[in-house]
């Protein structure tokens, strides 16, 4: 079999149906371009997630009478623990500063305390890089020598988890069903060519033509079809969110509320591999499916 030849008739097909090929890259291209909207706002939904998750954590409270020695072996036998990420640790006199300042406008409540009557305790703050492991990482924490209490907000780390879950599987789910429109898409604009060319395959059949020999060049016209789509949706859409982004980051909310988003320079290699995949799987998978009513499988 010469793949030169099937490679040069899947081309000869793709200028040859000229009104087939120009409807099914439009479908193709728009049904991406709404993959790539959920895909990116998948993305930056689960990186600003990311970026909440490692501020969320714990905060271990040492015991007062802990030597330096004893608390410096503490954080080293914390950051051993799987899951931990940074280990923070905060001097009583810091803890005391932190909530003077806070809490500036009830300054009455800590008239009689000083740095010298400090009630407060030196404490690590501990974040994770995996917050569903929290309660895990909290169990051996307690275990250790010199742990007083640990502070915990379970119900802001479970929202946060119960969030993050419920984003990913939500964008798989509409991403799926996005490919699954896109194969039956281009398997039907092959299938019109491939039942233009009945005859033509008719007659190949009869001369001794396998099945592999009739299929590749339909194979070839589907996946040029793919790729053309997704490099035509990869630059459309590396342009709009460039834009998008822009006008989002200079408004005055996002300052507000300190949100930061993904450049698209820092996804697109991730953006490209994924179009691609989708643009050469799509492309061969609907044109085997479109050929099998011709075809013995």
Same mark, same amino acid.
């Given at each position: 079999m010469k793949f030169s030849y099937l490679i040069g008739e899947g081309f000869k097909n793709v200028f040859k149906n000229k009104k087939s090929t120009g409807a099914s890259l439009m479908i193709?291209?728009?049904?991406? $371009?709404? @993959?790539?909207? @959920? +895909? %990116?706002?998948?993305?930056? !939904?689960? #990186? $600003?997630?990311?970026?909440?998750? &490692?501020?969320?954590?714990?905060?271990? @409270?040492?015991?007062?009478?802990?030597?330096?020695?004893?608390?410096?072996?503490? *954080?080293?036998?914390?950051?051993?623990?799987?899951?931990?990420?940074?280990?923070?640790? !905060?001097? *009583?006199?810091?803890? +005391?500063?932190?909530? *003077?300042?806070?809490? &500036?406008? #009830?300054?009455? @409540?800590?008239?009689?305390?000083?740095?010298?009557?400090n009630?407060?305790?030196?404490?690590?703050?501990?974040? %994770?890089?995996?917050?569903? *492991? &929290?309660?895990? !990482?909290?169990?051996?924490?307690?275990? %250790?020598? &010199?742990?007083n209490n640990i502070e915990m907000r379970d119900k802001t780390i479970n929202a946060l988890v119960t969030i993050a879950n419920g984003v990913r599987w939500i964008s798989f789910g509409i991403l799926v069903i996005l490919i699954f429109i896109s194969i039956f898409i281009i398997s039907n604009t092959i299938k019109l060519t491939v039942h233009a060319r009945r005859k033509e395959i008719s007659i190949m059949k009869y001369v001794g033509a396998t099945n592999s020999f009739i299929r590749w060049p339909f194979i070839v016209e589907g996946i040029i079809i793919g790729?053309?789509?997704? $490099?035509?949706?990869?630059?459309?859409?590396?342009?709009s969110y460039n834009i998008i982004i822009g006008k989002i980051m200079e408004s005055s909310i996002t300052n507000m509320i300190s949100i930061t988003l993904l450049p698209f320079s820092e996804i697109v290699e991730l953006v490209i591999v994924v179009y691609l995949g989708l643009g050469i799987g799509i492309g061969s998978i609907g044109s085997i499916i479109s050929m099998r009513k011709y075809l013995e499988v």
């Open positions: 193709m291209c728009a049904t991406m $371009m709404i @993959f790539g909207l @959920f +895909f %990116l706002i998948g993305q930056n !939904v689960n #990186y $600003m997630l990311r970026e909440i998750e &490692s501020e969320q954590g714990m905060q271990v @409270f040492i015991k007062k009478e802990a030597t330096e020695i004893e608390i410096e072996k503490l *954080k080293q036998d914390i950051q051993k623990i799987e899951y931990v990420s940074t280990t923070k640790y !905060v001097s *009583k006199e810091e803890a +005391f500063n932190i909530v *003077k300042e806070r809490y &500036s406008e #009830y300054g009455r @409540f800590l008239e009689g305390y000083d740095i010298d009557r009630p407060f305790k030196a404490s690590y703050v501990v974040t %994770l890089t995996d917050l569903s *492991k &929290s309660e895990e !990482v909290r169990t051996q924490i307690e275990k %250790l020598d &010199s742990v790729v053309v789509a997704a $490099m035509i949706s990869i630059l459309i859409l590396g342009v």
